[in-house]
T-cell receptor
Framework: EAGVVQSPRYKIIEKKQPVAFWCNPI?????LYWYRQNLGQGPELLIR????????DSQLPKDRFSAERLKGVDSTLKIQPAELGDSAVYLC???????????FGSGTRLTVV | GIQVEQSPPDLILQEGANSTLRCNFS?????LQWFHQNPWGQLINLFY???GTKQNGRLSATTVATERYSLLYISSSQTTDSGVYFC???????????FGKGTRLSVIA
């Protein structure tokens, strides 16, 4: 069984440029999460989807961040425009109703210069 | 929100030594997971353990939900065990996983 797949693995962009991250969750997992991990810290939730509905986006900076989950499967997270402080690792995870725990992807390491 | 505290923050071990990592949490939980983040940043799920005891090879974990703590045991440590160990919990009501700050483990040969 394939795990949670994320791309790209690394991204370097100049500030004020847009950037997008893609996530393909484990097949059958109805819940999808985007987390952000700053250096030396634990991951923090940005947004949670139940199927195609965003049910918790209170921590998503909505002025520059947006996300979507088409047909309740793949998801994209976008930042426009990026700021220096957005440099972090962006992690996607999925779960099946929370009954078996979360599985994380390899993450996208974003560097904004 | 729920508070998750991990100790110790840093740990250096000689290869072959045993260790115990602790996670305290401030509220009732319906999910607790231990993760290992390797030097390449990958978060590997070690245990899904909201209560009870589980073992997987040299690793074992125990969660005492009534006393709000969990322990991760690493026996006969190897250099490949190095990395950051995170405890994360989900409270009743299905709030998403909240992570502790992690324990950074370095195993030296």
């Amino acid at each position: 069984e394939a795990g949670v797949v994320q791309s790209p693995r690394y991204k370097i962009i100049e500030k004020k440029q847009p950037v997008a991250f893609w996530c393909n969750p484990i097949s059958g997992h109805n819940t999808l999460y985007w987390y952000r991990q700053n250096l030396g810290q634990g991951p923090e939730l940005l947004i949670r989807y139940e199927n195609e509905e965003a049910v918790d986006d209170s921590q998503l900076p909505k002025d520059r961040f947006s996300a979507e989950r088409l047909k309740g499967v793949d998801s994209t997270l976008k930042i426009q425009p990026a700021e220096l402080g957005d440099s972090a690792v962006y992690l996607c995870a999925s779960s099946f109703g929370g009954q078996t725990g979360y599985t994380f992807g390899s993450g996208t390491r974003l560097t904004v210069v | 929100g729920i508070q998750v505290e991990q100790s110790p923050p840093d740990l250096i071990l000689q290869e072959g030594a045993n260790s115990t990592l602790r996670c305290n949490f401030s509220d009732s939980v319906n999910n607790l997971q231990w993760f290992h983040q390797n030097p390449w940043g990958q978060l590997i799920n070690l245990f899904y353990i909201p209560s009870g005891t589980k073992q997987n090879g040299r690793l074992s974990a125990t969660t005492v939900a009534t006393e709000r703590y969990s322990l991760l045991y690493i026996s006969s440590s190897q250099t490949t065990d190095s990395g950051v160990y995170f405890c994360a919990v989900e409270t009743i009501g299905n709030t998403p996983l909240v992570f502790g700050k992690g324990t950074r483990l370095s195993v030296i040969a």
